[in-house]
């Protein structure tokens, strides 16, 4: 800020401030590539790829009807009680939850802001391991919080001297990005150690549906008063545009928490379509989210060998998202990211959550279909992105060999010699790729992925020194382009096959 620029009312900390990232940008990258959006494929955001319950006839869930329900009541203000609401999360949730244990939320976003805003004081200290969802820093800088990080691994046997100084720590469970889920046991022994050492133990369980219900740790708010829970039911159900949560926690904390929430903050539609989920029968255990559950680890298993096969490192997973280590690629993060994108195809670039760099993406499990284009995708943006390493290489070699000649043996490759001791590595990526002459010694192969590719592995023509020589006269003098490749084809190649 310059002298001549006039100062803000805001807090001072909050100039510099920066909102989270998200997956889900399905407009933004609409406008940016100029793709339709209906033809953009979101494996950014981790919703439930089943579908909404609203598919299923079986549920007896029909949207149109809850939608004009909900509308009936747009001309008066939703009753803020929301005693309905509360009812039906507690009869979703199970494990002994009465509805005074739970606080209605519009999302996890603000569930996380309302606890923050009740707890969390200017200079406090918040612990959150790394990585995790950004909206926990996020939300609380905004009141100044001061963060303190710690790993995700050192979780279970965190010491009482880092808790004591911490007035909150948030857990994600099972974890965002990385798939990870605690046991119940490992929480009720860091939710006991948390309350021994005043410190809030903010467990956000936003997709423990459709990992484990059983690991879930409602039934363990009730006297403790430093244990608070969040479930958000946009994930569960795939119903983001529709925002709604809810939190739970003891009943005089959950009491304090609902006195302090914005007014109104489901409207009529949310509320009438959020309380109508609740109400299904089975509640958590649905056949509904039953059938996701399955269909989930069908699809993970699939795409988890698919991303294997690439290359690639998944990290096992317990929910409907991969956490991917890319660190032995040759893009990273961001560049892998935007070329998907420009193919229509979102996935998460994690290096905006911390300790990430740019060494992992995170990619949403979605229907076979669709997870065979992702795959797809990633091996027709690898192939473009080689293609483009090797026609820049191919054209930096040809620029000095034009002044010196062959260029010789590349010694400092980790390859060398891959032919033959002695080759010259002028060529090391051919210009006739792919010839398709099995004369060269090239070859049609199975690929990973399914089908033939053309493979140069057994082609050692073009490093061989007469060959490159003849190579050299043409495309050094012509430059290398459709015709001078034609005529190099025939001089260097044809006359020696």
């Excluded at 100044?144 to 050192?154: M, N, S």
């Excluded at 010491?159 to 798939?179: H, R």
């Excluded at 590595?425 to 590719?453: A, H, L, M």
């Amino acid at each position: 800020m310059t002298e001549n620029t006039p100062s803000l009312p805001v807090k001072e900390h909050l100039l510099k401030f920066e909102p989270s990232a998200h997956g889900g940008l399905i407009r933004k990258n609409s406008q940016k590539y100029a793709i339709p959006e209906s033809e953009i494929l979101d494996a950014s955001a981790s919703l439930n790829p089943f579908g909404t319950p609203f598919k299923y006839p079986y549920t007896g869930l029909v949207l149109r009807t809850l939608l004009d329900r909900g509308l009936q009541k747009m001309e008066q203000y939703p009753d803020n009680r929301y005693l309905e609401f509360k009812e039906a999360a507690a009869k979703f949730t199970g494990m002994g939850i009465r509805p005074e244990n739970i606080i209605p939320g519009n999302g996890s976003t603000e569930i996380i802001r309302l606890v923050a805003e009740c707890v969390v004081g200017k200079g406090d200290i918040v612990l959150i391991p790394q990585p995790t969802f950004s909206e926990y820093e996020v939300q609380c800088r905004v009141l100044g919080a001061t963060i303190k990080y710690i790993r995700q691994e050192d979780l279970p046997d965190i010491s009482g001297d880092v808790l004591e100084e911490a007035k909150m720590i948030f857990v994600c469970n099972p974890n965002n990005p990385t798939g990870k889920l605690l046991t119940r046991e490992q929480v009720r022994e860091l939710a006991q150690k948390c309350a021994r050492h005043h410190t809030i133990l903010f467990l956000d369980e936003a997709f423990i549906e459709l990992a484990d219900p059983s690991q879930g740790a409602a039934d363990m708010v009730e006297g403790n008063e430093y244990f608070f829970i969040q479930r958000s039911l946009t994930k569960a159900f795939a119903i983001p545009g529709i925002r709604m949560g809810f939190g739970i926690a003891s009943s005089r904390f959950a009491k304090v928490l609902d006195n302090a929430r914005l007014s109104w903050n489901l409207g009529c539609i949310a509320d009438t379509v959020s309380t109508a989920l609740l109400n299904m029968e089975g509640g958590i255990n649905s056949k509904y989210l039953q059938d996701s559950r399955d269909f989930i680890k069908a699809e993970r298993e699939y795409l988890m060998e698919k991303l294997d096969r690439r290359g690639f490192k998944p990290i096992e997973s317990t929910v409907n998202y991969i956490y991917v280590d890319i660190s032995e690629f040759s893009m990273d993060s961001t560049e892998l990211t935007e070329r998907m994108a420009a193919h229509g195809v979102l996935i998460r670039d994690c290096s905006s959550f911390q300790e990430s760099g740019k060494d992992h993406i995170r990619v949403a499990v979605r229907t076979r279909e669709e997870n065979k284009r992702i795959v797809d995708t990633i091996r027709q943006v690898v192939s473009e992105w080689g293609s483009e390493q090797a026609e820049s290489m191919l054209h930096d070699n040809l620029a000095k060999a034009a002044t010196c000649g062959r260029l010789g043996s590349n010694l400092s490759c980790d390859y060398y010699p891959c032919h033959f001791e002695g080759q010259d590595c002028t060529f090391c990526f051919c210009p006739f790729y792919p010839c398709n002459d099995e004369r060269t010694g090239g070859q049609w192969i199975e690929s990973s992925g399914g089908g033939k590719v053309w493979s140069c592995l057994y082609c050692e023509m073009v490093h061989r020194p007469e060959v490159v020589d003849d190579m050299l006269s043409v495309l050094t003098k012509e430059g290398c382009n459709k015709e001078s490749v034609k005529e190099a084809w025939k001089k260097a190649m044809e006359t020696r096959l």
